[in-house]
């Protein structure tokens, strides 16, 4: 480390450059822009970056991998002991044909799967249900009862996969339907892996797709805590999703504020319900988004395992070492990618996966190229996955631990990052806290406002997308589309029919009261709705019980 003396002069060699070598040559060729900043305009650019700008205590502030802060890698080993779970996304149509492509998947070299619900299932409804018209299969697969996810995972052990599951209002069932297969399949619970999504406060702020108000809500997501602490301790009971903040508009720093301000809401809750922070805490992950400035994404993910750390021991006085690691998993950005000229989004796909794995990442989907156009093609999903694994073989980028450390500029920007992410964090806290603060739809707000600001630059040619506005081509993009045909949903709607017809009418209905009877108490609702599944009652049935105990959301006006 430099002291204080060295830093001043540091400080004054660079205020020298800069009059007498960079400002006359500014002078006379200027610069790109007036002033540069970060990808999301969240902080200035500097021209140079030295250790004056620096204010890091080694010890204190980076420290070792595995250890705290873990700013630099939850594990001593990070990917020079094992590559990160390269996990496609997945799932559309049928069972069949998700099973059909998961199978595609592992035979191409895929190390955990990820599996896409369509719409009605993330809203709670069966197929043949009025609101699931036209949307059957269309935005991943339709799952209406324990028949169609045995199908999913047909031939596949679920004691030799990681599977991870998109899926919120609805998690409890979907997962109770994955333990139920998993009995079938004779799969101890305890060897169960994967993670379910389960994070509904980020559905109040950036996709809408809830079900219930937000305190069943949050008694269902500290249930399956509970549940899966004692049962299924290897599975991960939540996805903290920034994901969908970031897609809805927001900067890096928001991304991080607002997604450990819903993990923060999720602790308490499960905190004020009796659990012990070390014995459910272990199982939390993290979900963020990857965008195209490398160095502010590789900060942005430094800065939240410090955060994380920080927060967990000091508001919440964890002890346990894996209580305060933020494990998470990234996607690459799908809102970044463009339907004119669809090769480019290779390419940004390719960076922006560079940029998780620079950053520590222990998962990563890389989106298919086409993903802007159409659920992507198996040719497509094998260019994403070949990226994953180029980076993974050839590039070097995994070789070493955090290979950015010690960048002046990288230091800098993490230490911004998270600075304004606690301050964003605090008027979190003086407003009454997150689940205030989505209720009243300030949270929505501040997204919005930076999304707004966003498309401006981009129709007015400030911020350039390259062949959108800038560098384009008169030419219609040659893609094959994946579709969805009509057939398919009255196929889906028949068999849901015939199931109904062949079940066993007084199981159903004795484990749906069952059910009903546990909503409107106390006891933990997993074991009930895992009985349910089992004699297959389908989503709906299970989610319209809750519905008609819990009541449906009806967001407030935005301010």
Known sequence: ??????LERIREAKAEWEAETLDPTVERFGEREEQFTTDTGGQEVEPLYTPADVETDYREDLGFPGQEPYTRGVYPTMHRGRLWTMRQYAGFGTARETNE????????????LSLAFDLPTQMGYDSDAEMAAGEVGKS??????????RTVFEGIPLDEVSTSMTINAPAAVLLAMYIAVGDEQGVDREKLRGT?????????????????????????????????AAETPKFNTISISGYHIREAGS????????????????VQAAVDAGLDVDSFAPQLSFFF???????????????ARRMWATIMEERFGAEAPKSKQLKFHTQTGGSTLTAQQVENNIVRVSYQALAAVLGGTQSLHTNGKDEALSLPTEKSVRTALRTQQILAHESGAADTIDPLAGSYYVESLTDEVEAEAFEILQEVDDRGGMLDCVKNQWVQKQIQ?????????????????????????????????????EEDEARQVEK????????????VEETTAALREAARGDDNLVPYIIDAVKARVTVGEVCNVLREEFGEYQPGSAL
Not at 140 to 149: L, P
Not at 206 to 218: D, Q, V
């Open 289 to 303: 988004n990857a965008h195209n400035n490398i160095l502010e994404e590789v900060a942005k993910f430094r800065a």
């Open 101 to 112: 492509r998961f199978r595609y998947l592992i035979d191409n070299g895929s190390s955990g």
């Open 496 to 507: 849901l029919q015939d199931a109904r017809a062949e079940r066993d009418g007084a199981t």
């Open 196 to 228: 379910i999504q389960n994070d509904i406060m980020k559905e109040y702020v950036a996709r809408n797709l809830y079900i219930y108000p937000p305190e069943p809500s949050m008694r269902l997501i500290t249930d399956i805590f509970e549940f899966c």
């Open 140 to 149: 991943g697969v339709a799952i209406d009862t324990i028949d169609d996810m």
């Open 1 to 6: 480390m430099y002291d204080t003396d060295e």
């Open 251 to 266: 900067t890096a720093a928001q991304e991080v504020a607002f997604t450990l301000g819903n993990g923060i809401e999720y």
């Open 449 to 485: 406002d930076v999304a707004f600001e966003r498309q401006r630059e981009i129709e007015t040619g400030e911020r350039v997308i390259v062949g959108v506005n800038e560098y384009r081509v008169d030419e219609e993009p040659e893609v094959d589309i994946e579709e969805v045909s």
